[in-house]
């Protein structure tokens, strides 16, 4: 077990919808970042946050946003959700940046019908 | 570029062989990092490299970073089937908070 946790662990949608990921990183780490692994595919950095703040983005697409609250969970939110947008999404926490091992959660696996 | 290649994308071999996955980035990287996704898994850590021609061995496991810090290699030793999985390198990119790029993995099929 490495202390994140991601919810849900599977999610069925229809194109044009929206939903939430939700991620609680393990205690203390004051770093998010969220990955999108599409299948057999390697693992797409989207945005990183930083006890509360956006630090760093990758190529997440303008339809989906994130955000991380006061006590350092995060959310993923993705909107207007494409056939392609189906993948695993990953969150992963560290204390402070990307310098130090990062753990992963289970991740939630989207399928978008 | 912010990126980091990996290769091969994927390799099978036999019980017993050896095998190798490298990495390599255009920039000096100030660390690497080693995961494992075992299928249906999420990336667990395998270890963390740092300096300039560090070797760090864990069992079977060989983990290598170039002199010049732009390229890594993980090497296994007589692998077995409970090596199968995904290994991927990853390396942390500028920025305040250096966002973590991971390699696209190589996909390892271990036949008995």
């Known amino acids: 077990d490495s202390g994140v946790t991601q919810t849900p662990k599977h999610l069925i949608t229809a194109t044009g919808q929206r939903v939430t990921l939700r991620c609680s990183p393990r205690s203390g780490d004051l770093s998010v970042y969220w990955y999108q692994q599409s299948l057999d595919q390697g693992l797409q950095f989207l945005i990183q946050y930083y006890n509360g703040e956006e630090r760093a983005k990758g190529n997440i697409l303008e339809r989906f946003s994130a955000q991380q609250f006061p006590d350092l969970h995060s959310e993923l939110n993705l909107s207007s959700l494409e056939l392609g947008d189906s993948a695993l999404y990953f969150c992963?926490?560290?204390?402070?940046?990307?310098?130090?091992?990062?753990?992963f959660g289970q991740g939630t696996r989207l399928t978008v019908v | 570029g912010q990126q980091v290649m990996q290769i091969p994308q994927y390799q099978h071999v036999q019980e017993g062989e050896d095998f190798t996955t490298y990495c390599n980035s255009s920039t000096t990287l100030s660390n690497i990092q080693w995961y494992k996704q075992r299928p249906g898994g999420h990336p667990v850590f395998l270890i963390q490299?740092?300096?300039?021609?560090e070797v760090k061995k864990q069992k079977r496991l060989t983990f290598q970073f170039g002199e010049a810090k732009k390229n890594s290699s993980l090497h296994i030793t007589a692998t077995q089937t409970t090596d199968v999985g995904t290994y991927f390198c990853a390396a942390p990119f500028s920025g305040g908070y250096n966002k973590l790029i991971f390699g696209a993995g190589t996909r390892l099929a271990v036949h008995p």
């Open positions: 992963a926490s560290n204390p402070s940046g990307g310098g130090t091992e990062a753990f």
């Open positions: 490299l740092v300096k300039s021609g």
